[in-house]
T-cell receptor, first 116, second 117 residues
Framework: AQKVTQAQTEISVVEKEDVTLDCVYE???????LFWYKQPPSGELVFLIRRNSFDEQNEISGRYSWNFQKSTSSFNFTITASQVVDSAVYFC?????????????FGSGTRLSIRP | DAMVIQNPRYQVTQFGKPVTLSCSQTLNHNVMYWYQQKSSQAPKLLFHYYDKDFNNEADTPDNFQSRRPNTSFCFLDIRSPGLGDAAMYLC????????????????FGPGTRLLVL
C-alpha cells in the first residue's frame, strides 16, 4: 500500500535559519510522482514541486531545494534563510502514475512556524 | 490567469439544511476533485470526475453528492449536514493537455470553509 510519512508534526525556527522538512514514502509502484504542497493560513493548497520516480536530480528554486533519494525512499524539502512568510503547513504527497486521474496520498503535514 | 475558483469562501448552514458548494476552473482540465479537510489533518478525497465519469471513494458518506454539468463547473452537495461535516472543502483539478502541463499534478482552489450550526 502507498503511504507518506512526515514524522515532524511541528517545527519552529527563528527567521533566517535553514530548515529541512522530512518526507518518507512507501510504494510498490516503479513509476510514481512525488509532490510538495504549501498550505498557508488562508487555506489554499499551493503546488510547489513535482518529481517523477525516474528523476533523482535534486532541484533548487530560489530559497527552496528538494533532495530526492530513492535508496532511502525520501523526498526532503529544505528552506534556506527562512522568512516569516514561509510559515505554513507543508504536505508531502505521492501519486501513482498512468492512472486516468491522479489519486494523491498526502502525508499528515508539518506545521512550520518562522519566528521574527 | 487560469485558476480554480471556489465560492463562497465561507459558508454557514444549519444542521440538516442542504448546502451546495461550487467550484469552477479556467484550466480546461478534464479531472476535478473534491476533498474534505478537517483541522490539523491532511485533505481527504471524497470523489472525483474524469470528464463526466463520477468516481466515489469507498468511505465517502452517502450524504455527500456531486454534479459536474460541464467541464468548467463542479458542485458538492451535502444533503443533510451534521456537525461533523464542518470542515474546509477543497476543489482541485488535473489533466492539463497543453505542452508543458503536468497532467498528474493537482491544482487546488482556495477552499470553502463550512460551518454547521
Amino acid at each position: 500500500a502507498q503511504k507518506v510519512t512526515q514524522a515532524q508534526t511541528e517545527i519552529s525556527v527563528v527567521e533566517k535559519e535553514d530548515v529541512t522538512l522530512d518526507c518518507v514514502y512507501e510504494t510498490r509502484d516503479t513509476t510514481y510522482y512525488l509532490f510538495w504542497y504549501k498550505q498557508p493560513p488562508s487555506g489554499e493548497l499551493v503546488f510547489l514541486i513535482r518529481r517523477n520516480s525516474f528523476d533523482e536530480q535534486n532541484e533548487i528554486s530560489g530559497r527552496y531545494s528538494w533532495n530526492f533519494q530513492k535508496s532511502t525512499s525520501s523526498f526532503n524539502f529544505t528552506i534556506t534563510a527562512s522568512q516569516v512568510v514561509d510559515s505554513a503547513v507543508y504536505f508531502c504527497a505521492l501519486s501513482e502514475a498512468y492512472s486516468s486521474a491522479s489519486k494523491i496520498i498526502f502525508g499528515s503535514g508539518t506545521r512550520l512556524s518562522i519566528r521574527p | 490567469d487560469a485558476m480554480v475558483i471556489q465560492n463562497p469562501r465561507y459558508q454557514v448552514t444549519q444542521f440538516g439544511k442542504p448546502v451546495t458548494l461550487s467550484c469552477s476552473q479556467t484550466l480546461n482540465h478534464n479531472v476535478m476533485y473534491w476533498y474534505q479537510q478537517k483541522s490539523s489533518q491532511a485533505p481527504k478525497l471524497l470523489f472525483h470526475y474524469y470528464d463526466k465519469d463520477f468516481n466515489n471513494e469507498a468511505d465517502t458518506p452517502d450524504n455527500f453528492q456531486s454534479r459536474r454539468p460541464n467541464t468548467s463547473f463542479c458542485f458538492l452537495d451535502i444533503r443533510s449536514p451534521g456537525l461533523g461535516d464542518a470542515a474546509m472543502y477543497l476543489c482541485a483539478t488535473s489533466g492539463g493537455k497543453a505542452p508543458g502541463d503536468y497532467q498528474e499534478t493537482q491544482y487546488f482552489g482556495p477552499g470553502t470553509r463550512l460551518l454547521v450550526l
